[in-house]
């Protein structure tokens, strides 16, 4: 069955340091897409970055970047220089692979925290 | 701004109470979502409609109905509101081409208490 796994319930990182937070899918659909986004405290979901399954590079976004794995099917959220503005809620999240249905599924998300 | 539009933010109900939490986007996407989110959770699908007068069930739809009888408009309904309810609501909107291109837009979400 379809599903996202986020391992790390709670991360800590240091200000301006580097922080991975992890990914692992299993799909059937050998077209995908994976996307992650934030949730501040404030409650909205901010789209962060896009990998598509055919993408030949990962993708990068600013600070953020997939460190795409595909035979190990990982999906790994590369932050850099870590602000404090960074303290949120992670999720990563895929397209439903029962047809273009134009649902997304969820891990649980890992809370990272930024230490100044 | 183009987006979504979830009303209303916050909203207390009692027990058995019925509502409405509205969603419009604007962005002519033909799907459109409602999810829910619980603590410890991620989002979890409740119900989802694949363009105009086309709905149906997604993970967790007990409790809840919806209908879409216009692009823009996805309203979700809590037919007798229990505490199992409470919860935050996402309703958002999708678009995916042939091409495989793909975007979701969420709405800024509703916190629901149900006493």
């Known amino acids: 069955a379809q599903k996202i796994t986020q391992t790390q319930p709670g991360m800590f990182v240091q200000e301006k340091e580097a922080v991975t937070l992890d990914c692992t899918y299993d799909?059937?659909?050998?077209?995908?897409?994976l996307f992650w986004y934030k949730q501040p405290s404030s409650g909205e979901m901010i789209f962060l970055i896009y990998q598509g399954s055919y993408d030949q590079q990962n993708a990068t976004e600013g600070r953020y970047s997939l460190n795409f794995q595909k035979a190990r099917k990982s999906a790994n959220l590369v932050i850099s220089a870590s602000q404090l503005g960074d303290s949120a809620m992670y999720f990563c999240?895929?397209?439903?692979?029962?047809?273009?249905?134009?649902?997304?599924?969820f891990g649980k998300g890992t809370k990272l925290s930024v230490k100044p | 701004n183009a987006g979504v539009t979830q009303t209303p933010k916050f909203q207390v109900l009692k027990t058995g109470q019925s509502m409405t939490l509205q969603c419009a986007q604007d962005?002519?996407?033909?799907?459109m979502s409602w999810y829910r989110q619980d603590p410890g959770m991620g989002l979890r699908l409740i119900h989802y409609?694949?363009?105009?007068?086309?709905?149906d069930q997604g993970e967790v739809p007990n409790g809840y109905n919806v209908s879409r009888s216009t692009t823009e408009d996805f309203p979700l309904r809590l037919l007798s509101a229990a505490p199992s309810q409470t919860s935050v609501y996402f309703c958002?909107?999708?678009?995916?081409?042939?091409?495989?291109?793909?975007?979701?837009?969420f709405g800024s979400g509703t916190r629901l208490t149900v006493v």
């Open positions: 409609s694949v363009g105009a007068g086309i709905t």
């Open positions: 799909t059937s659909d050998p077209s995908y897409g």
């Open positions: 999240a895929m397209r439903d692979d029962r047809g273009s249905q134009g649902n997304l599924i």
């Open positions: 958002a909107s999708s678009y995916y081409s042939f091409t495989g291109e793909e975007g979701y837009t």
């Open positions: 962005m002519n996407h033909e799907y």
